[in-house]
């Protein structure tokens, strides 16, 4: 955990997880347990009140970069494309992902390394989304492989959350019943693919200003109750054997065999040892 006290300006965390103490956030729900705060948007860091985010609007009219729409309410499938304005997607009625805003937000990328600070975690491992559904959309039930803070700007919505069971802290992309499972899954699952069935959610009711904690492997969803902007900072630092694994390839470099090239095995002839 990052020493709080050596930073010498306002906290992002505390802000965040408001009126609850950082302390108590960091040792009663952080990073395993889902937490949620609701007050006023004046409480929240200043980026989050800067006119790059006073509307998904005028957050379209700054953003460049890839995106992705659909319909969340009829499904998880979402097409990515780029060069097209999100904001002529959202008046058509789909949901619309900003997968990256921290380049079009003033002050983003700050917020996003101090608040990797104060919780210790890698430079670089935190970034800063945008999900818009219009009223009557959402997102479909899903988990994701990082740890997510949902702050909701505009509009309003119902989260409905519960913990996925079926295996702890998965590493890899987001994942949703149904949907094609990505390769890193294959190596953590046992008893088949993780199954939403018979979950109980909990509902929590988002207004501008709440603050939603989602940990790693949380099954989530989502109603827009009126048109809705919300952003999200997703972390996903290394895992350990990620890490273990980086420091693996650089002891076994010392070494010229572990060096030498892998080649096919041609016409019988035997490996060399």
Known sequence: MGNLASIGHTPRLSALVAPVPVRQFLQEFWPERIFQS?????????????PALASFRALAARYQGWLGFG?????????????????HLYEMGLSVYLPDIA?????????????EHELGLAEGCARMTVWAS?????????????????????????FEVAPMTDYAYPVGAQYAPGAAAYDEMYAQIRDGFPDATGVSF????????SVLFVPRGTWHRTAAAE?????SIGLNPPSIAETFLDQLRYVLLQDPKWRRPVRARGRGEPLED
């Open 38 to 50: 609701h007050g006023a948007l004046s409480r929240l860091p200043p980026v989050f009140r800067s």
């Open 71 to 87: 319909r969340g309410a009829q499904g998880s499938r979402m097409v990515s494309v780029q060069q097209i304005n999100p904001a």
């Open 103 to 115: 380049p079009s937000v003033p002050g983003a990328d700050e917020l996003l390394r101090q608040l």
């Open 134 to 158: 219009p009223k009557g959309d959402g997102a479909p039930t899903h988990f994701d492989g990082e740890d997510v803070f949902s702050i909701q700007l505009a509009g309003s919505k119902r």
């Open 202 to 209: 909990q509902a929590v009711e988002m207004k501008p200003g």
């Open 227 to 231: 048109d809705s902007f919300a952003v």
